[in-house]
């Protein structure tokens, strides 16, 4: 992780505007540790620092303690988890001032305000065989996160699934339909939507051939 003074924050050798080599930040271990720590704080509630309904909390009281925590990371300051955050290419974290929050993959339950427009008319889900004629019977209902992650495109849920199972069914969710029976439908990230549940009216399985 480097900085070019006049383009922020890159993750490559050099900045990929003007080519620069900028500012050492991190390296790639540094950067992984703090990623998962910010995971376990602001998805998972650990430490139990202090957090508002929306997911954020403040980035001193996460410098503070993961300092006191892991002694190895005393050079860590608030303008590392800046870095983190701006780079990131899945949008997992947002920062808004002095604090920061997890954009998806919560398991504590809050009451996130998403932006409900433009969602696509179509999302994507994917599960294990053995569990799809549950789910096309009663809709799908959060398990091991605190809402249903929805994916944007059908490559996105194959990928997604394929860290579970080696070949995912994937669902398509009728975005409109969801909405008209009332569960809102919000965008968490660049690929990730979030709702409290999926009525089984919504759903359908899709068959596509896995792209590159």
């Known amino acids: 992780m480097r900085e070019c003074e006049d383009h922020g924050y890159f993750r490559e050798d050099q900045c990929p505007v003007c080519g620069e080599e900028g500012k050492f930040i ?3 271990f540094e950067t992984e540790r703090l990623g998962r720590s ?6 998972h509630g650990r430490f139990d620092l202090s957090m508002d309904d929306q997911g954020f909390v403040d980035m001193r009281d996460i410098v503070g303690v993961i300092k006191e925590k892991n002694p190895r990371m005393h050079w860590l300051r608030p303008h590392h988890i800046v870095a983190l955050v701006d780079t990131d290419p ?10 920061v929050r997890a954009t998806y993959g919560h398991t504590i339950e809050l009451d996130m305000v998403l932006n409900t427009e433009n969602v696509p008319d179509y999302l994507y889900y994917p599960t294990a065989p053995e569990e799809t004629d549950l789910i096309l019977e009663s809709g799908l209902y959060p398990s091991d996160r605190a809402m249903v992650h929805l994916s944007l495109t059908y490559q996105d849920a194959f990928n997604a699934g394929s860290v579970r199972v080696e070949q995912p069914v994937i669902l398509e969710i009728d975005v409109n339909a969801c909405f008209d029976a009332g569960y809102d439908i919000g965008k968490a990230a660049k690929t990730v939507f979030l709702c409290k549940h999926v009525p089984p009216e919504c759903l359908s399985i899709i068959y596509e051939e896995e792209t590159e």
């Open 90 to 99: 899945k949008g997992r974290y947002q920062v808004s001032g002095n604090v």
């Open 26 to 28: 991190m390296n790639d």
């Open 38 to 43: 910010l995971a376990g704080i602001l998805r």
